[in-house]
């Protein structure tokens, strides 16, 4: 069983920062490629970035140069560093893990989700 803890969301003023984190835990052989979402009230979910097992990123344009993607291998963790933020940003952020098995079968997992609130 594999689990998803983010943590590190919470309300800030406009142009304040946030760090989140996605730690995964439990039995696997490797993690792959790790994402961060987000969804807004009565919005789609949307790509925020994405991190390849090699560290190679993909930002979504709306956030380029403000927020930062990253991961740490040996902690099995993920990060997204959130920078001069907007009340846009404002979401459930949620991240998103390809975890191969010891099976060597690829599974999707998403985390439960952590509230950004950009208000003042």
């Known amino acids: 069983q594999v689990r998803l803890l983010e943590s590190g969301g919470g309300l800030v003023p406009p142009g304040g920062s946030l760090r989140l984190s996605c730690a995964a835990s439990?039995?696997?052989?490797?993690?792959?490629?790790m994402g961060w979402y987000r969804q807004a009230p009565g919005k789609q979910r949307e790509l925020v970035a994405t991190i390849t097992s090699g560290g190679s990123t993909n930002i979504a344009s709306s956030v380029k140069g403000r927020f930062t993607i990253s991961r740490d291998n040996a902690k099995n963790t993920l990060y997204l560093q959130m920078n001069n933020l907007s009340p846009e940003d404002t979401a459930v952020y949620y991240c998103?893990?390809?975890?191969?098995?010891?099976?060597?079968?690829?599974?999707?997992?998403w985390g439960p989700g952590t509230q950004v609130t950009v208000s003042s």
């Open positions: 998103n893990v390809d975890i191969i098995d010891r099976d060597r079968t690829l599974y999707h997992y």
């Open positions: 439990g039995r696997f052989f490797s993690i792959g490629a």
